[in-house]
T-cell receptor
Framework: AQTVTQSQPEMSVQEAETVTLSCTYD???????LFWYKQPPSRQMILVIR??????QNATENRFSVNFQKAAKSFSLKISDSQLGDAAMYFC?????????FGTGTSLTVIP | NAGVTQTPKFRVLKTGQSMTLLCAQD?????MYWYRQDPGMGLRLIHY?????????GEVPDGYNVSRLKKKKQNFLLGLESAAPSQTSVYFC????????????FGPGTRLLVL
């Protein structure tokens, strides 16, 4: 069975600073995709960034970037220049075929 | 475009009652998904559909049925035939053009309380 593990239930960061959220996954598949989703208090799930497993280059989206270590099955999210609007639950997810597997989430607090 | 919408937003049921949750998307997406979100559990896939008239089981399908009718592929229904307190949760619908890397677009969620 696929599993996605987020070992940090809660994290906090000072505004304008950088924070890294951790995610590890377990799959026997060679072809898969990885995602980070943000869920603010409104509960709306918003895609932050995605990564194809066959690509060695780490994905970046403005202030958000990932550190993808395929051999270690690690997929961490780095948020640079943190803003108050970044405060939310962050979920790591892995897709294989038609199935998606989500981690349990990391609650990020941004301190003004 | 409305994106993905869910009806209702909130519902209270008594144990044993039945109900249907409606998901609708206006993006002509082939793939649709139903998830449940419980505290400390993240999202878990209940059922999904890869096209009109098709459905498949996800990680936690027991106690639920789904329907994706031909001619109405924009709708994906989640049914609870006999609700149980363990089905108290927040339910999310999502859709994507295809599976795999394609972005999933989520609805706003339905909060269900089973007493």
């Amino acid at each position: 069975a696929q599993t996605v593990t987020q070992s940090q239930p809660e994290m906090s960061v000072q505004e304008a600073e950088t924070v890294t959220l951790s995610c590890t996954y377990d799959t026997s598949e060679s072809d898969y995709y990885l995602f980070w989703y943000k869920q603010p208090p409104s509960r709306q799930m918003i895609l932050v960034i995605r990564q194809e497993a066959y690509k060695q280059q780490n994905a970046t989206e403005n202030r958000f970037s990932v550190n993808f270590q395929k051999a270690a099955k690690s997929f961490s999210l780095k948020i640079s220049d943190s803003q108050l609007g970044d405060a939310a639950m962050y979920f790591c997810a892995q897709n294989t075929g038609n199935q998606f597997y989500f981690g349990t989430g990391t609650s990020l607090t941004v301190i003004p | 475009n409305a994106g993905v919408t869910q009806t209702p937003k909130f519902r209270v049921l008594k144990t044993g009652q039945s109900m249907t949750l409606l998901c609708a998307q206006d993006m002509n997406h082939e793939y649709m998904y139903w998830y449940r979100q419980d505290p400390g559990m993240g999202l878990r896939l209940i059922h999904y559909s890869v096209g009109e008239g098709t459905t498949a089981k996800g990680e936690v399908p027991d106690g639920y049925n789904v329907s994706r009718l031909k001619k109405k592929k924009q709708n994906f229904l989640l049914g609870l035939e006999s609700a149980a307190p363990s089905q108290t949760s927040v339910y999310f619908c999502a859709s994507s053009y295809l599976g795999g890397l394609e972005t999933q677009y989520f609805g706003p969620g339905t909060r269900l309380l089973v007493l």
